[in-house]
């Protein structure tokens, strides 16, 4: 019976190291998880303030060039200056939309490092058995 009693002990205490250890690793891939998805936020953001940005000045530029059409200006310097103005207001949109699309070509997807965290552990784990 005491062998019996010492089996079941030592059982129940790996049993529970091993609970220990499992919560540990799943505290970390949520923390992870957390962390990733602040990091997601973040980007959908910035990624949100550049695309306003692109259609304000988009459309400041399309208001230009119909004002510099319609307006009534001296025929040498006011249609040329609105065009300018207009024509920059068109760059600036264009410059922000390319910074957009440049940021999200760069950025990972969402929850990268979690899937390879995750794929790095089960790896780990049939390795081992």
């Known amino acids: 019976m005491n062998r019996l009693s010492t089996g079941i002990f030592g059982f129940t205490g790996a049993a529970t190291r091993l609970g220990g250890v499992a919560t540990q ?4 891939r949520l923390e992870l998880l957390a962390l990733e998805l602040r990091e997601a936020k973040i980007r959908f953001v910035q990624a949100l303030v550049l695309v306003c940005l692109g259609v304000v000045f988009s459309l400041l530029g399309l208001v230009l060039l119909m ?49 390879a965290e995750l794929k790095k552990d089960a790896t780990c784990f049939l390795t081992k058995n």
Request: net charge neutral.
């Open 25 to 28: 690793i799943l505290q970390d």
């Open 67 to 115: 004002v510099a059409g319609v307006w009534l200006l001296p025929p040498e310097w006011r249609i040329y200056g609105l065009a300018t103005l207009a024509v920059a207001s068109l760059i600036a949109g264009a410059a922000a939309f390319r910074t957009l699309v440049r940021a999200l070509a760069q950025n990972p997807l969402a929850f990268d490092q979690s899937v």
